[in-house]
């Protein structure tokens, strides 16, 4: 079963603006990732997180985590055609195991 | 290193035949996962191997589906017998350990039952 969901399922941008995704997810967790997926490939990953962290960055990308409301967030700023794919967030679960829900599909057009 | 390698990239089979999928993780992972992935059902645990162990298999879904780590650099998921249902992308995945640290995907085994 899917422990993350990721919200919206679907965002369409102009080249330059800014994207931001959205995951919430069921029990409680230590670590939260995101990964991204070119079509046809295998996921890459972006950024980690754990529990006792509220904000990180990495180059254009800054992920958020609020766990009283069980949810996380994944900006990109000043996006890019090549930034077109789709992106998940990953939680730790009960058992050491790395779940992930169901991605949005972020479609940059230049 | 190579990074996760998995084999074959694609597999046409018919219903019936057995169909085994393999994976050689990274070096020094202690930690090792089987996703399949549809556009229905998105990505989806099969099972979690740690230090060759299986820790947890509810997620494969049949009895149909069974998975082996005979060593730390070599794993497999194997279907028998196949059915069209199990058309979809396959991926192995290893960490350092678990999902404390960062996976590393393989590029997957696309998989077409007919």
């Known amino acids: 079963s899917q422990q993350g969901e990721e919200d919206p399922q679907a965002l369409s941008i102009q080249e330059g603006e800014n994207a931001t995704m959205n995951c919430s997810y069921k029990t409680s967790i230590n670590n939260l990732q995101w990964y991204r997926q070119n079509s046809g490939r295998g996921l890459v990953h972006l950024i980690l997180?754990?529990?006792?962290?509220r904000e990180k960055h990495s180059g254009r990308l800054r992920v958020t985590l609020d766990t009283s409301k069980k949810s996380s967030s994944l900006l990109i700023t000043a996006s890019r055609a090549a930034d077109t794919a789709s992106y998940f967030c990953?939680?730790?679960?009960?058992?050491?195991?790395?779940?992930f829900g169901g991605g949005t599909r972020l479609m940059v057009k230049p | 290193d190579a990074g996760v390698i998995q084999s074959p990239r694609h597999e046409v089979t018919e219903m019936g035949q057995e169909v085994t999928l393999r994976c050689k993780p990274i070096s020094g992972h202690n930690s090792l996962f089987w996703y399949r992935q549809t556009m229905m059902r998105g990505l989806e645990l099969l099972i979690y191997f740690n230090n060759n162990v299986p820790i947890d298999d509810s997620g494969m879904p049949e009895d149909r589906f069974s998975a082996k780590m005979p060593n730390a650099s070599f794993s497999t998921l194997k279907i028998q017998p196949s059915e069209p249902r199990d058309s979809a992308v396959y991926f192995c995945?290893?960490?350092?350990?678990?999902?404390?640290?960062?996976?590393?995907f393989g590029q997957g085994t696309r998989l077409t039952v007919v």
């Open positions: 997180i754990r529990s006792n962290e």
């Open positions: 990953a939680t730790d679960n009960a058992g050491n195991m790395l779940t």
């Open positions: 995945a290893s960490s350092l350990e678990g999902a404390g640290t960062e996976a590393f």
